[in-house]
């Protein structure tokens, strides 16, 4: 079994930062690819960030320049910085991973969201 728990959420003011974590749990022999989504009620989910096994880092282009994933292999956890947030930028952060348990391929495992709403 394979647990993500998404924390860090809240409300902030335009302009402000979070820091979103995504820590996987469980019994898994290697944890790959990460990725945070979001969604809004009745919206498209779209990719915010991922960041590969090995490092590498792709985002949407909406957030480009202003977020920044990581991730922290020792702890299994995976991290999303967030800079300059928008009014648009409000959503649930859904975390993502693709993580070998027993066997190929990876198993992909969604984590509940966290929620983040800007205001003012």
């Known amino acids: 079994q394979v647990e993500l728990v998404e924390s860090g959420g809240g409300l902030v003011q335009p302009g402000g930062s979070l820091r979103l974590s995504c820590a996987a749990s469980?019994?898994?022999?290697?944890?790959?690819?990460i990725a945070w989504y979001r969604q809004t009620p009745g919206s498209q989910r779209e990719l915010v960030a991922r960041i590969r096994y090995n490092g590498d880092t792709n985002y949407g282009e909406f957030v480009k320049g202003r977020f920044t994933i990581s991730r922290d292999n020792e702890k299994n956890t995976a991290y999303l910085e967030m800079n300059d947030l928008k009014f648009e930028d409000t959503a649930t952060y859904l975390c993502?991973?693709?993580?070998?348990?027993?066997?190929?391929?990876?198993?992909?495992?969604w984590g509940q969201g966290t929620q983040v709403t800007v205001s003012s």
């Open positions: 469980g019994s898994f022999w290697g944890l790959r690819d």
């Open positions: 993502n991973i693709d993580v070998i348990i027993s066997g190929w391929p990876a198993r992909n495992v």
